[in-house]
């Protein structure tokens, strides 16, 4: 059995619910995805990706099972996140 690798970031953000579903529209037309204004789930070939808004913050939750997956699981989600945030100067700080 395999242990899996996880990872969160809280992104302090007024827009958390804005860019919780831009990632999970941009993505759903490629890969499972389900979501609402509050919570969404991205599921990659790498693992994957919990999101979670509230009023003040976005949560970034990912999940893989290794640390090479988790890597590139890591850069995809911070790449589209800062790309879909380009006026704000979000910062993904990930824990783990």
Known sequence: MTDTVSSRSQIATASASR???QLCKHFEHKIPVTFDPNSGSITFSSGVC???ADDT???????SANAED?????????????????????????EG
């Open 19 to 21: 860019y919780l579903q």
């Open 70 to 94: 988790m890597a590139t699981l890591k850069d995809v989600v911070a790449r589209h996140l800062v790309r879909f945030a380009f006026r704000e100067d979000l910062t993904v700080v990930w």
């Open 50 to 52: 919990a999101v979670a």
């Open 57 to 63: 913050t976005l949560t970034l939750s990912l999940t």
